[in-house]
């Protein structure tokens, strides 16, 4: 089957956008052939074919037209079904034409999906001859060698009579089918004379119909088999499952799976174990009491990037808290206008900040403060916008600066994921192909699934140093100190500024609500309180609220920042 024929079904099933409607009239029998015109008629048929020796059929078809056009056309088709997976494939050779006794003026011999349009100039009653050869005619079946060939076809209008002749040597019987593509309707009639000729004649040949005979040889026949067979395209047979196509596609995976893995195993993994022992407690000795002292001096955003190895909304979230305790900034909750009122914080910044500032807290601080020196947290969403992919570009970077990535963990992603889609787009261009010229369209699904694994895998190929690993080790120690530890063993007076200072940490490590219950904690009257330097809330309001408070902060100042989508790009 020719590829544009067997890319029709296969660009169906891939795309889904051809309609299923228009797909039946495009190859229905009649819409193949060329439109007949309404006047033209043909008012007498005959045919004489002759089988050579060496297996070929020469034919001469003689046409009586009417012609109501200029021209006339008709198709041979050459590929004709033998079987449920199978079509039969002729071969068409030496075509001509001649018109009234002469050369077929305007004679057009153009190849189609499955034979031969042939056009010539006709004008009112014209005898149109046809000579043409055809080869692969004979076959072995279970019932002999035969000799086939569908004579009269490719006409867009009746055929009242048609007379044929066929001398096939050492024919021993006959048979004829006539009506449209696929009628098993016996020929008008059909007969084997004495010296092997075949006489058939088919009253009324529908438009688009054929006749076919059929006859068969005797052992004397020297005439070789020559019939040639074309698989049938299939949506079964292009994703056939068998021990072959199942082996092979396992075995695909299998090279593509062990090759994701590999990759990760050389190029993915840490450069070191991270270290396990006793929690680090963030607790400094001083002489002015008990401080909290982060591990190796990491910040917040920096955790939250060498835990996951993402620069995301939270690492930003926590990064903001840490610079208000810090007092580079206040949050000021705000007083509701009504019970139910929506909650709105204020944000003031304090000062411009120095070289005690990492780049991307002072580009966090940048992008919260470009309209001013304060703004509601409920306005921030659009202007954040196009300025939070620098904080999050600097945060990335700074995690290299330290020391604890050799490469950006989101271009590392990038390349395994880049790596991934291609793969994986390799894998449908593969399966478009496998399935439309053999049986093994399961493989292409064998790569793609691959391409998939390649870009999983990817999401965790960002590789921590040996110091970062080491410094991802300290980090689970503060985890498991701020996840089972409290500030209620410190001295009163340093409770407050310790489980303040501990709170961007545990809004990084997911322990928000304990630590702003700490904070609470630290409350010792009824009396409403002014704040506690780095938040404040309005009227009546008090320290022991500040736990539902901070949570609802956190999820407002998040969504703003989710809003974002460039974050996230």
Not at 60 to 77: C, I, M, P, Q, Y
Not at 124 to 153: C, F, H, L, M
Not at 276 to 299: K, N, Y
Not at 513 to 521: F, G, H, M, P, V
């Amino acid at each position: 089957m020719s590829p544009k024929r067997r890319l029709l079904p296969a660009a169906l099933l891939i795309c889904l956008t051809a309609p299923v409607a228009g797909l039946f009239v495009a190859l229905s029998p009649v819409s193949a052939q060329a439109a007949g015109r309404a006047d033209d008629r043909i008012t007498a048929y005959t045919a004489d074919a002759t089988l050579t020796k060496d297996g070929q059929l020469q034919v001469k078809e003689t046409v009586d037209l009417t012609a109501g056009g200029t021209t006339f056309s008709r198709t041979l088709t050459t590929r004709v079904r033998s079987d449920s997976e199978r079509d039969r494939t002729y071969d068409l050779k030496d075509v001509s034409a001649t018109v009234n006794g002469e050369p077929a003026q305007g004679f057009q011999n153009q190849s189609t999906d499955d034979g031969r349009k042939l056009t010539v100039n006709v004008s009112g009653q014209s005898k149109i001859v046809y000579s043409y050869t055809v080869d692969n005619v004979v076959a072995d079946s279970t019932e002999g060698r035969e000799v086939s060939w569908p004579i009269v076809q490719g006409f867009a209008v009746p055929v009242p009579t048609a007379n044929l002749s066929v001398s096939v040597p050492f024919a021993t019987w006959v048979t004829c089918f006539a009506g449209r593509t696929g009628s098993s309707m016996p020929c008008t009639s059909s007969q084997l004379g004495e010296s092997a000729d075949l006489q058939i004649q088919q009253n009324g040949v529908p438009a688009g119909g054929r006749v076919t005979f059929l006859t068969g040889l005797s052992d004397q026949a020297t005439v070789q088999a020559n019939a040639q067979y074309s698989t049938r395209w299939s949506l079964g047979r292009a994703f056939t499952v068998d021990s072959s196509t199942i082996g092979l596609a396992v075995i695909v995976f299998g090279i593509g799976l062990l090759g994701a893995v590999g990759l990760w195993f050389f190029r993915g993994r840490d450069a070191a174990k991270v270290g396990e022992g006793a929690p680090e407690r963030p607790v400094l000795d001083s002489a002015d009491g008990p401080q909290f002292a982060a591990p190796d001096g990491i910040r917040p955003g920096q955790v939250g990037t060498v835990v996951d190895e993402t620069a995301d909304v939270v690492d930003i979230t926590a990064t903001l808290l840490d610079l208000a305790v810090r007092n580079y900034l206040t949050i000021v909750e705000q007083p509701r206008e009504s019970h139910f009122g929506k909650l709105d914080w204020e944000l003031q910044r304090l000062h411009a900040g120095g070289p005690e500032l990492l780049p991307y807290e002072k580009a966090l601080l940048d992008a919260v403060f470009a309209d001013g020196d304060t703004v509601l947290v409920s306005a921030l969403g659009p202007s954040l916008r196009p300025r939070l992919n620098l904080v999050r570009e600097q945060l990335y970077a700074d995690v290299v600066t330290q020391g604890w990535f050799n490469n950006r963990p989101d271009a590392v992603r990038n390349r395994w994921t880049t790596a991934g889609v291609v793969l994986l787009g390799a894998g449908v261009v593969l399966t478009i192909v496998l399935a439309i010229v053999t049986k093994f369209g399961l493989v292409g699904f064998a790569v793609m699934a691959a391409g998939l694994v390649l870009a999983l895998v990817g999401q965790a190929a960002p590789a921590r140093t040996a110091r970062g690993a080491a410094v991802l080790g300290r980090v689970a120690g503060l985890q498991h100190y701020l996840a089972n530890e409290s500030s209620s063993t410190l001295p009163q007076s340093h409770r407050l500024e310790f489980a303040s200072r501990c709170l961007p940490y545990a809004a990084v490590l997911g322990l928000t609500e304990k630590w702003a219950l700490e904070i609470a904690a630290t409350d010792d009257d009824d009396d409403p309180d002014a704040g506690i330097g780095w938040y404040s809330g309005p009227e009546n309001w008090h320290l022991s609220d500040i736990g539902e408070s901070l949570s609802n902060f956190v999820t407002a100042f998040g969504g703003s920042l989710t809003t974002a989508r460039r974050l996230f790009g």
